[in-house]
């Protein structure tokens, strides 16, 4: 699937992701793959998985779309 990056709160380490099918989709930064959680900026571009996570579907393997 793919979105992008709608918040990022980094001193929590987590964000959400705003999906295509207009879902806004938690994500943790050890979600991330071969990506600094530190570098995501709002707006950037990713592909990721969805699993059903204790409280609601969670992104999982999230990686950055080169522009």
């Avoid at 918040?7 to 987590?14: A, K, L, S």
């Amino acid at each position: 699937m793919k979105g992008t990056i709608k918040r990022v709160i980094r001193e929590r380490g987590f964000g959400f992701i705003g999906a295509e099918d207009g879902r806004e989709i938690f994500f943790h930064r050890t979600a991330m793959e071969g990506t600094d959680f530190d570098g995501l900026e709002e707006g950037n571009s990713v592909e990721f998985e969805v699993e059903k996570g204790p409280k609601g579907p969670r992104a999982v393997n999230v990686k950055m779309i080169e522009a």
